[in-house]
């Protein structure tokens, strides 16, 4: 028995009880309790006034449990959104500039091709049709990567929007 342990029989130890603190089905912890001085202090009145706290201190632990885990994965969290923002600032900033460096060669193209076609040159149906074709098509690709370029200026708050009156029926 217990009684008998080293522990108990040189500390003089004359009352002991240990109360298992349970949360829904599961081994929270252990309150262990001793009195010194007198014999059977730990009543079945006592250790059920005992078990009632032992309730309220297995809510308290398991709540300080999910505290701690809300609070750990909260800080994941914003640890993952301040990476992620990081990310996105970067891939704006690429956006944006691989834009503009699209922009000029595009623009020369254009310019070119508008010359060549406002010329007054004669040229060849099939040149003609190519030159037609390289305009479109260039101007297509402009407006591409012009929408690019706002739509990351959107994403960095550096594009704004102008609202004034307008009629709907004009």
Known sequence: PYCFQP????SGVCSVAAL???YQNSLVAIIYMEHAFTQGV????RM????????????????????RDVSKRTTQLEQSH?????????????????SHELRTPLNGIIG???????S??????E??????????LARDLLSLVSDILDMSRVNEGGLRLNYKPTSLHS
């Open 120 to 125: 007054g040159i004669a040229l060849d149906p």
């Open 112 to 118: 070119l091709t508008e010359c060549i076609l406002t």
């Open 20 to 22: 298992p603190i349970i």
């Open 127 to 136: 040149v003609q049709s190519c030159m037609d074709t390289t305009l479109v």
């Open 48 to 67: 059920e006034t005992m078990a009632l706290l032992g309730q309220h201190v297995a809510s308290a632990i398991v709540n300080t449990r999910l505290l």
């Open 7 to 10: 522990y108990i029989q040189e």
């Open 42 to 45: 730990f009543t079945p009145e």
């Open 82 to 98: 301040a990476f992620l923002a990081k990310a996105l600032r970067v891939k704006d900033t690429i956006l944006s500039n691989t």
